[in-house]
Each structure stands twice: as structure tokens, then as C-alpha cells.
């Protein structure tokens, strides 16, 4: 059957996505989504950029909204943003684990491209840390 994660951020732009690919890189055999409280069109392009350095491609992501998981059982639904947290509606199916992460949000950086990137690979950074310390717990429950 498989462990099943739900990441849940505002926008679905950028932190959801970039832990979504790395939970999927550190642990192929998770069934990972990510989505967002209030969906954007696409998935920042920065965050691309700084995931692809990474040596993980997430431009074929896109963002999606929470309402279209609600009624599906999850392991795992993990906040990344405070808002999202906050938002997150009652899913209708079940839901094992509720777990929040706190990142900050790279896209509300004012600045030059350059100081842009300096915070999303901050974050970038921060994310790939506590999503392996995540996949390591898992991988031991499992």
C-alpha cells in the first residue's frame, strides 16, 4: 500500500514543491503530493532553478489545491508555512499524522535576483535537512 504524504504550503509555488521533491528523492517509495490553501498558476521559477542545483527537477510540477485531496487518507499532511497551518481545512478522510514545518517564504524577498536566490537556496537548504531527518524517521516506523 504505501506511506502516503500530503505537503501543504499557501501557494504551492515553492516550498511545498521543493519538499515534495526532495521527500521523493530521498525516499522513492513514499507516494508524495504536494498542494496549496490558495493555489498560484505555477510553481516560481526560483525555485526551479535553485531545486534543479540540487540535481531535482520539479518544472513539471504545477500547483494544486488542497480541496481536490480533502477526502483521501493520508499518513502524513505536513504544513510548511504558518498560514497554511492555519488554513489547513478538516479532511474528510483520514488523516494518521498532522505535522507542521516552518520555512520561511523565499517568494516574498525583495531584492535583486541575486539576493532573491541567496534566500531561496537558504530555504532550498533548509527544507532538503528536515525533509531527510523526516524520511530517515519514516523509513525507521516502516
Not at 488523516?95 to 531561496?120: C, K, T
Amino acid at each position: 500500500m504505501g506511506i502516503s504524504v500530503l505537503i501543504v504550503c499557501t501557494g504551492n509555488t515553492c516550498r511545498s514543491q521543493m519538499a515534495e521533491g526532495f521527500l521523493k528523492s530521498f525516499a522513492p517509495a513514499l507516494k508524495v503530493w504536494s498542494a496549496g490553501t490558495r493555489p498560484a498558476f505555477e510553481v516560481h521559477p526560483m525555485a526551479v532553478r535553485v531545486m534543479r542545483e540540487s540535481g531535482i527537477d520539479i518544472s513539471g510540477l504545477h500547483p494544486k489545491s488542497i480541496n481536490q485531496f480533502l477526502d483521501q487518507a493520508f499518513d502524513y499532511v505536513v504544513t510548511v508555512c504558518d498560514a497554511a497551518r492555519e488554513d489547513c481545512p478538516i479532511f474528510t478522510g483520514e488523516v494518521r499524522h498532522r505535522l507542521h514545518f516552518s520555512f520561511d517564504d523565499p517568494a516574498m524577498v525583495i531584492g535583486s535576483d541575486e539576493e532573491q536566490l541567496a534566500v531561496f537556496r537558504r530555504v532550498r537548504d533548509e527544507i532538503a535537512a528536515r525533509f531527510r531527518v523526516f524520511a530517515d524517521d519514516i523509513g525507521r516506523k516502516a
